[in-house]
C-alpha cells in the first residue's frame, strides 16, 4: 500500500502545491500550542527547583534535578520494573487479542455478539474500571479471594503483597489492552486473502505453520506499528498503577510514569518531577527510533 | 447424512472439527466472563440498600437488591448535568478531532511534501512525553487565555490528546484507498479539495467513525485534566462529578456505582454501534492495497 502512494511522485491532477500545508495547519497549530510549547516549557522547569513552596520565586539549577535523580537508590529498580510491566502487558495484549482475533475470524455463529462482549473492556472509563479491580482484589471481601475460598484454595494477599500486587496491577492493565490489538488484529486477518491458506492446505501445511508463514508475516505491518504505540502507551500509563496500589504497597508497583506522577501531584516536586519526564521522553525516543528502524515498521507507516 | 452435512458447512468452516468448535466456544465463553465480570461488580454494588463496599455474597443479584441509588443519582445528585457537559464537551472534540485529522491525514497520505516525514515522526513522538507532565503548563496556558472553567478550555487539550492518534489511523486507512480514483474525478476539472470531500472522505467512512469514537472516549473518560481545569460545580464534567462522591472517609458506593454504569452505558452503547466499523477502520499501518 504504502508502494501505491508512492507512485503520486507529483501532485495529483488538480491539486496545489500548498494544499499539503493548508491541509495539516490546523493540526499542527494545535499541536504546537498545546504540545510543544507545554514541552519546551516543561524542559525549562526541569531545570529549576519550582515546588508547592516555590511556585513563583523558583531558581535555575542547572543540572541538580537530573544528578538527583540518577543517583537515585530505587532508580534502577523502577527502570526494570518499567520495562516488564511494559513487555509483559504488550506482549500479552498482542498475544492474547492476536488469538482472540483468530479465534473469531471464521464462520461461527454468535461470533459478532462475542466480538461486542469483548470489547467492552476498552468502553469502560480507566477510572472506574480501575475501582472495579481494586474492589475485586480486597482480601476478605473481594470477588477474586471469595471465587478462590469456594473452590477451596487459599486467598491471596492481592495488595498487600509486592509481587502479587505487580501481578495485580498487570492483570487490570493487560485486561484493558487487550480489545484494542485484537481489533486491530481482526482487520488486519479479515485482508488476508483466503487462497493463500488454500495453497498451504493443498501442500499439506498444518495450522502452526500458516499462522508462521502466512498470518504473522502478513500481518507485520499491522501488528509492529500498533506495538509500537502500544509499548510508549503503556510505558507511559499511570491510571492503573495510581488507582489500583497507588504504587504500593511501599514502592513496590511503582513505575518510571507513576514515579514521576506522585513526586509531582503528591509531593509537589515540579522541577524533580519535570526533570524526570524529559529523561522519559529521551529513553522512549531512543527506544523508538532503535526498534522502529530494526523492524523497518515505517514500512508500513510511512 | 449428506444434508447434515451440508448444514454444518454452512454454519462453520470447512477445517473446523466438532471437538475443535467446541474448544473456540470454551475459551471464548471464559474470555467473554473474563470481560464482563468487572461490570457485572459495578453492577451488582450499584443494586445494594445500603452504601457497603465490602459484602461475602456471590449471588448475581445481591440480597435486597434495589434501584434507590439510580433515583437518588438521577434526581436528587446532579448525574443529568453532568452527563449533558460530558455530552457536549466529547462531542465536540469528537467533531473538531475529525476535521483535523482527517485534512492532515489525507495530506501526509496523498502528497509528498517537504516536511512530511518529520510531522509523522513528531506525531509519533508527542505520544512519548509522559503525558501528566504537560498538565502544569497546560494549566498556565488555559488560564493565560481565561479559559479555565470552560467547555473551550477542555477541549482543546482533548483534541490535542486525540489528534495524532487519529491522524495516523486516517493516513493509515487513505492508504488503502486506490488513488486512480482520484485521477478520475480530477480529469473532470474538480480541485483537489473537491476531490477529497466528494470521493475520498466518502470512502473512509470507517475510519472517519473509529476517529470519531476515539475522540469522544478521550473527553468521555478524562478525569486529570478535568479536574484541574473544573472548579466551578456546574461545570463538572462527569469523571470529576462522580469523584466528588468519594470522600476519604465515607463514600456512597453504591451510588458511585449506579452512576458510573449509568456513564458506562453510553459509551457501550456507542463501541456497539461501531463495532463493524472497528474491524475495517482500526488501521495504524495496513495490508490492504
Known amino acids: ?302 | 447424512m449428506a444434508k447434515r452435512m451440508r448444514v454444518s458447512e454452512g454454519l462453520f468452516d470447512k477445517g473446523d472439527s466438532p471437538l475443535k468448535i467446541v474448544a473456540i466456544y470454551l475459551t471464548l465463553l471464559v474470555a467473554c466472563l473474563i470481560s464482563l465480570i468487572p461490570i457485572w461488580m459495578i453492577f451488582n454494588m450499584s443494586l445494594r440498600p445500603d452504601q457497603s463496599l465490602y459484602t461475602t455474597e456471590l449471588s448475581f443479584i445481591p440480597s435486597g437488591a434495589t434501584l434507590e441509588n439510580y433515583r437518588v443519582m438521577l434526581f436528587e445528585k446532579p448525574l443529568l448535568g453532568w452527563m449533558g457537559n460530558s455530552l457536549i464537551v466529547s462531542g465536540t472534540t469528537a467533531v473538531l478531532s475529525v476535521f483535523v485529522a482527517s485534512h492532515a491525514g489525507y495530506a501526509l497520505s496523498r502528497f509528498r511534501f517537504y516536511g512530511r516525514k518529520s510531522m509523522l515522526t513528531f506525531l509519533l513522538s508527542t505520544q512519548m512525553f509522559p503525558a501528566p507532565m504537560l498538565l502544569l503548563p497546560t494549566f498556565l496556558i488555559l488560564s493565560q487565555f481565561k479559559l479555565l472553567n470552560s467547555f473551550t478550555g477542555m477541549i482543546i487539550p482533548y483534541m490535542a490528546t486525540a489528534v495524532p492518534f487519529a491522524t495516523w489511523m486516517m493516513k493509515g486507512f487513505y492508504d488503502t484507498i486506490p488513488v486512480e480514483l482520484e485521477y478520475a474525478a480530477a480529469i473532470d476539472g474538480a480541485t483537489n479539495l473537491q476531490t477529497f470531500y466528494r470521493i475520498t472522505m466518502p470512502l473512509a467512512a470507517p475510519a472517519l467513525a473509529v476517529s470519531a469514537l476515539f475522540s469522544f472516549m478521550t473527553g468521555w473518560s478524562e478525569y486529570i485534566i478535568a479536574r484541574v481545569i473544573l472548579t466551578k460545580a456546574a461545570m463538572y464534567t462527569l469523571p470529576v462529578g462522580l469523584v466528588t462522591l468519594q470522600s476519604a472517609f465515607n463514600t456512597e458506593w453504591g451510588r458511585y456505582s449506579a452512576g458510573a454504569l449509568m456513564t458506562m452505558i453510553p459509551a457501550m452503547a456507542l463501541f456497539m454501534a461501531f463495532s463493524r466499523y472497528l474491524v475495517g477502520g482500526l488501521t495504524v499501518g495496513g495490508v490492504k492495497g
Open chain 1, 1 to 302: 500500500m504504502a508502494r501505491r502512494s508512492r507512485s503520486v511522485e507529483g501532485l495529483l491532477p488538480g491539486a496545489q502545491p500548498w494544499n499539503p500545508y493548508a491541509y495539516t495547519m490546523p493540526a499542527l497549530i494545535l499541536m504546537a500550542v498545546m504540545v510543544v510549547y507545554p514541552l519546551m516549557y516543561g524542559v525549562y522547569i526541569g531545570f529549576t527547583n519550582m515546588s508547592l513552596q516555590r511556585f513563583f520565586e523558583y531558581d535555575l539549577i542547572g543540572v541538580r534535578n537530573f544528578v538527583s535523580i540518577l543517583t537515585e537508590k530505587e532508580l534502577w529498580e523502577v527502570l526494570v520494573r518499567s520495562i516488564v510491566w511494559t513487555g509483559v502487558n504488550v506482549f500479552l495484549h498482542v498475544a492474547i487479542g492476536l488469538w482472540l482475533a483468530i479465534l473469531l475470524n471464521r464462520k461461527l455463529p454468535g461470533k459478532s455478539i462475542i466480538r461486542v462482549i469483548l470489547i467492552l473492556p476498552w468502553a469502560i472509563p480507566q477510572y472506574i474500571a480501575a475501582l472495579a479491580w481494586k474492589t475485586m482484589y480486597q482480601h476478605d471481601f473481594g470477588f477474586i479471594n471469595l471465587v478462590l475460598k469456594q473452590i477451596g484454595l487459599s486467598p491471596v494477599p492481592w495488595l498487600q503483597h509486592p509481587q502479587w500486587s505487580f501481578l495485580a496491577v498487570i492483570l487490570v492493565n493487560v485486561w484493558l489492552g487487550i480489545p484494542f490489538m485484537m481489533m486491530i488484529s481482526l482487520g488486519g486477518l479479515q485482508s488476508i486473502p483466503k487462497e493463500l491458506y488454500e495453497a498451504t492446505d493443498v501442500d499439506g501445511g498444518t495450522g502452526w505453520d500458516k499462522f508462521r508463514h502466512i498470518t504473522l508475516p502478513m500481518l507485520k505491518p499491522v501488528l509492529v506499528p500498533a506495538a509500537t504505540l502500544g509499548t510508549v502507551w503503556t510505558f507511559n500509563t499511570v491510571n492503573v498503577i495510581y488507582l489500583v496500589t497507588g504504587g504500593g504497597p511501599g514502592r513496590s508497583t511503582d513505575i518510571l510514569v507513576s514515579y514521576v506522577y506522585r513526586a509531582a501531584f503528591d509531593f509537589y516536586r515540579y522541577g524533580y518531577a519535570a526533570a524526570f519526564s524529559l529523561l522519559i521522553f529521551l529513553m522512549l525516543m531512543i527506544w523508538a527510533v532503535l526498534f522502529v528502524y530494526r523492524n523497518r515498521a515505517d514500512e508500513g507507516a510511512y
